[in-house]
């Protein structure tokens, strides 16, 4: 069931199994998870069924380190949280990235990759990718290539797309109709009151300050890196110190750190097409990328870099037109208002013949149609060394319920410049090796000139900023995310990751989800 705080049927008072926060990617994910094992749950989200002005407004605060675009252009508040905007990209987390590895500080998760592996495979199926190929050899052998070998110490693979992206979509009806399930929208937390190590209720309110007092057994935060760690730095309602409190609180915020870095110029253009252009097989994208394999991290010692081919065009943003067309084709076969509109934009952009191509290419061929007459670029994302510095505090500023805003200090040093600058001497020695073509290295990127930070550019995503770990003294949460200092309250979010590897987040995040999911389910049968 939804219900929205301003309907005058709500009640100001409920008592629950358990109560999430965020209805994202994890909220919901944990939230049906457990109401579909009978457990009463009540999810509380801060925005409405679609992204508002005003509810994002919530999101506005201090950037006072590097530029980070995503601190208000990559949160939305609203039902399916985030997955209401991004692209759909799925991929897990590396055997390495769960390593303690002595040429990265800070690093080493405190449970195993093995212990998830359980839950990435149906993280899959949660999101949608039930029917998706697994191994990445199929995927090629699907189009008669074999698995592209771009040289030693790279190694390709591909990424999985969600047909459907939006969780508030992909799960609407049964959002509206799970008799075990509660969401109520515009209930932004307010603040929390604890007794005795065990967070006892919380208020919520919506933008016109009505209040909701909700009691539950156990409490989840499914909240943003950002809004995970401002959620805990606040005071508790009394005005007192939470008894999560902690200096580890807010560090290391972490994000993937983009760039171009390199001219690529390939001997034969139509290699780079056949190694990198996306794959389409019965309904599922499939994006070819490649990396720095774990036994050249070792070597190197360097963090989780990928790598990507960008395909540039002067004609981008009409090929952009095309690729919405078949988009809302493939999300919505039947004729609507987006393939409508879809259709209109590529005659008024003379892109009829581009959307004719990109048909032949994907429909006969199962790859994607990319221009490529302003040549290539090497654009590089890599895994962010934890740096206690980069941080999450309190502004002293307010929002319009009067709750401390975030200030956030994004730090990259040294180490990312290095790691950059070695990736791209990796990957232009492979190609060149290899005969693919030879790759012009920015300048900037060569020598490692601090400007390079000024042309990076944040992934929107927010890490690291409630850290798990095996005590208190290193982190913030322990391995079943469970809030220090409490005996019930946890947080599930990418706010827990020690370390990012190169990989999109959200495929771990909710397969934390549903190992919290099984966790919690347990405790409430015990009980």
Known sequence: MIEDLSSCQLPKEFAT???????????????????RKGIDVLLLESGGEEPDTESDELNKGEIVGLPHVGMHEGRFRALGGTTTRWGGQMLPL???????????????????????????????????????????????KRIALDVPYLGQGIETY????????????????????????????????????????????????NLHRQTLIVSANRFVLCLGGIETARCLLQPLN?????????????????DHPGIQ?????????????KFFDNIFLNGHKYQPRFRLSASAQRHLRLPNIAGIILFQSKRSEALSE????FRAMLQRPTVNRAVIQSTFNAIATGSLSLLARQAWRALVQHRAFNLDDLGFRL??????????????????????????????????????????????KVVKECFRRQGIGEVIIDTDVEISSPQVLSRVRDQNHHMGTARMAYTQKYGVVDPNLRLFGTENTYVCSSAVFPTSGNSNPTHTIIALALRLADHLYLGVKSA
């Open 238 to 254: 009394n005005g007192t110190l939470p008894p999560w409190t902690s200096d580890l609180v807010g560090r290391f915020f972490q």
């Open 261 to 273: 870095c390199a001219d690529v110029l390939p001997k034969d253009r139509h290699t780079l097409h």
């Open 379 to 424: 654009g590089a994302q890599l895994e962010q060394v934890p740096n206690p510095n980069s941080r999450i505090c309190l502004s002293d500023q307010c929002d319009s319920l009067g709750i401390r805003r975030a200030q956030l200090d994004w730090r990259l040093g040294n180490a990312e410049l290095e790691s950059i600058a070695k990736f791209a």
């Open 158 to 205: 591909v990424t999985r797309w969600c047909p459907e992206p939006n969780f508030a979509r992909l799960y609407a009806e049964e959002l509206k109709r799970q008799p075990s399930l509660k969401c109520i929208l515009h209930a932004t937390v307010t603040g929390f009151d604890s007794n005795g190590g065990r967070v006892t209720t919380l208020i919520a309110k």
């Open 322 to 325: 095309t690729r919405q067309f």
């Open 94 to 140: 590396q055997e390495i990235d769960f390593e303690e590895r002595s040429w990265i500080a800070y690093s080493g998760w405190p449970i195993e990759h093995s212990s998830l592996s359980h839950y990435y495979e149906s993280a899959l199926s949660f999101s949608g990718l039930g029917k998706s190929i697994r191994d990445d050899t199929e995927v090629w």
């Open 17 to 35: 199994d358990v109560c999430v926060i965020g209805a994202g990617a994890a909220g919901i994910s944990l939230s049906l998870t457990l109401a």
